[in-house]
């Protein structure tokens, strides 16, 4: 299927925001990147935001797209060790 419906995207607001909260509550696998951590998270946080938004607006794909970046940070923090997590459903990590 290449449609967005409201079910998919339901899915991915669920997977993505199950992802940013077990990073954020995860440790930090490098201390030394704090600053890059509290970065990271802040942008996750700002993309999942826009989603909202754009979903109010009824803007399903950019909705979807936002997310697709919001978990595209969420990987790439878990692959810098930024984020210690050990999901393989919500990271490619492990």
């Not at 607001?13 to 951590?37: C, H, I, W």
């Not at 938004?53 to 940070?73: P, R, S």
């Not at 060790?81 to 490619?92: C, I, N, P, R, W």
């Amino acid at each position: 299927m290449n449609t967005i419906t409201q079910e998919k995207l339901k899915k991915y607001f669920q997977v993505t925001t199950d992802a940013y909260t077990m990073a954020k509550a995860s440790g930090n696998r490098l201390p030394s990147l704090k600053e890059q951590r509290e970065d990271f998270l802040d942008m996750i946080q700002r993309y999942i935001k826009d989603a909202e938004h754009f979903e109010k607006k009824g803007e399903i794909v950019d909705a979807f797209a936002a997310l697709n970046y919001a978990h595209g940070w969420l990987d790439a923090g878990a692959r810098l060790g930024l984020f210690d997590v050990h999901d393989s459903k919500l990271f490619t990590v492990d």
